[in-house]
């Protein structure tokens, strides 16, 4: 069974599509399994007893009152990317978001914190050689700043140009993407906020209830790890300077205000509060 939180009147759903262990250095290579074993509190949800990290791709379905959300949607089939484990999957996600009770004809919105390769891979899927959207019902809601650089960025042949070709290109020419600001309210219970550094428009996604809050995380934080080495940027952070900046406020934010953590790419069990330790914080479960 997937896991479950509740946050007031709203429901958080995890959809796996793949985890693992290791395999880090590309993303944080200061986390050397002897710097892992260092932080004690990783173990044994988020660092195995060698030192290799615990990571995970998954995608989080955000039911409201109103509304039936899926937050990043990972990967996704068929697709030739550059990082061979991530090539030409044949995962089950769809049947797994399915058996959860998810059909894809039954969300009237998709959220891209940002639009990283396993971020936005099930925006779109193969049907008869071509890529068509995933949840042809939804609007997909893409931050402006973040669409326009990638756009930019695929139109210049830089990077990996056949993530938004495959996978925001056909959404938009289907004309179910609505291009919204860092700070945009999706509805009552849920918004964006801004935690930018990863990449130019990056968001996360907050939800209040009932008096309760929790923040999705996207990649402002890749691992927990980061938590008690806040001035470790990911390899892959785009200004690795102000993505540093945002994980030293956000960190001290949500210290100081005890919102539910629910980490974008955390191993199970994927939530918890972050509080003070000494000069830098942990992750509490």
Partial sequence: MPLKWTVGDVTVTRIVEME??????????????????????????????????????????????????????????DKKRDTEAWSHL?????????GAGFSRESFDTVL??????????????????????TFPKARYLLGRVEFDHWRAEAEAGNGDPAIFIDSVQPVWDAGLVDLVETDHRICDEVSFTPTVGHTPGHVSVRIRSKGEEALITGDFVHHPIQMAHPDWAAQVDSDQAQSTRTREQMFGDLARDQTLVIGTHF?????????????????EV
């Fill in 20 to 77: 693992s262990a290791g395999g880090t250095r590309f993303l944080l290579p200061q986390a050397t399994r002897e710097a892992v074993r260092e932080v004690e509190w990783l173990s044994p949800h988020f660092a195995d007893e060698t030192g290799r990290l615990l990571m995970s791709i998954h995608a989080l379905v955000v039911e409201t009152p109103t509304r039936r959300i899926i937050v990043d949607t990972c990967i996704g089939n």
């Fill in 90 to 98: 044949q995962t089950t996600f769809l049947t797994d978001l399915e």
């Fill in 267 to 283: 191993a199970p069990p994927t939530v918890g509060r972050v509080v003070r330790d000494g000069d830098v914080f942990k992750f």
């Fill in 112 to 133: 891209c914190t940002h639009l990283h390769v396993d971020h936005v891979g099930w925006n779109t899927m193969l049907v008869d050689s071509q890529w068509v959207p």
